[in-house]
């Protein structure tokens, strides 16, 4: 197909508040023998966008400098190596950056097929947040059938897909949020129990949940404080992960239950990961949750919609902290 030799994108200006993201004109981006150029249709918009934005989160050597980290739309081209996929298959993909544009290029690798019944918007909501949360609940925190699970930050892309996710596992779900709304919501996706951390203590409301056993899997998006509360409602050899600190990135811990309960502490990013670990990710995320998708056991949650020369407006609904699930831009179609 013909390709222009430009496109819109948006760019972050120079560090700062959302107004620094701009429209402008670029090269469409060559596609490289093992990538896969995208026509993009819809983007999601994350924690991470957030971050760049604000000088906090620098993209990967030799990455573009376009922000965004999913798109779904149609193969404009695919490169050399490339087999599997073809000019106008409908794809979505996890990027390292680049999805704030018209055109992006994806490693082939990354790119898996939009559902069936899916909207374009709902299955650019999928990539990062499923890699993430698989990658960390599954892998990292080895959560089985008959566990419990807490996730921090249940109403964001990140919490209500965890959620899904814990319960198709067969695990029982608790989840932390703000305000009675977003517990309802926490709870419509099948979380056992939705705490509202401004008129519960979740530390106690886990502990007395379970009996005094706590939670075998804890996934923190919150940071801060909230490290030293989720050992204590944690169980023996239970499994803290954290990917996130919207309270901030340092906490004091007393270490006597990370050792009489034998705790594991750990953390993990994705966007820096090499590109066969997030192949692995993306073979066993079309083995496992795929199916899940097609049975409607799990669905993205998708807020809100914006053009895509109002990204700034899409930054500010994230950071006011308002919104249930994802928050999207519209690129084409």
Request: hydrophobic share 45%; glycine share 10%; proline share 6%.
């Amino acid at each position: 197909m013909a390709l222009p030799l430009s496109m819109t994108a948006v760019e972050v200006s120079k560090p700062g508040a959302p107004e620094m993201l701009v429209p402008v004109q670029r090269p469409v981006p060559a596609v490289g023998a093992d990538e896969v150029l995208i026509a993009v249709s819809a983007a999601g918009v994350n924690r991470p966008d957030v971050l760049q934005r604000m000088g906090r989160y620098d993209p990967p050597p030799g990455v573009t400098d376009i922000p965004g980290l999913e798109v779904a739309g149609r193969i404009a081209a695919v490169g050399a190596g490339v087999t599997g996929w073809s000019v106008g298959d409908p794809v979505c993909a996890l990027l390292a950056g680049g999805g704030y544009a018209e055109y992006c290029t994806a490693s082939a690798t990354q790119c898996l097929p939009v559902p069936d019944g899916l909207t374009m918007a709902e299955a650019a909501a999928l990539p990062e947040t499923l890699f993430t949360v698989w990658s960390n609940v599954v892998e990292r925190g080895r959560l089985q059938a008959g566990e419990t699970l807490l996730v921090h930050g249940g109403a964001s892309g990140i919490g209500t897909t965890a959620i899904q996710l814990g319960k198709a596992l067969r695990a029982r779900v608790f989840t932390t949020v703000r305000g009675a709304d977003k517990v309802r919501a926490c709870r419509d996706l099948g979380a056992d129990r939705a705490i509202d951390y401004t008129a519960e203590d979740f530390a106690a409301v886990v502990k007395e949940e379970t009996g005094g056993t706590g939670a075998d899997v804890v996934l923190d998006i919150v940071g801060g404080d909230y490290l030293a509360r989720s050992i204590d409602c944690m169980a023996v050899e239970g499994r803290y992960v954290v990917i996130g600190f919207v309270r901030g990135p340092k906490a004091e811990v007393n270490l006597f239950p990370v050792m009489t309960k034998r705790l594991t502490l750990t953390g993990s990013t994705l966007r820096a990961r090499p590109v066969a670990y997030k192949q692995a990710l993306a073979t066993e995320l079309r083995k496992t949750v795929w199916p899940l998708i097609a049975q409607g056991r799990l669905k993205p949650v998708v807020c809100e919609t914006f053009p895509l020369a109002a990204a700034a407006d899409a930054h500010r609904l994230m950071e006011s902290n308002q919104h249930v699930g994802k928050i999207v831009l519209r690129v084409g179609e």
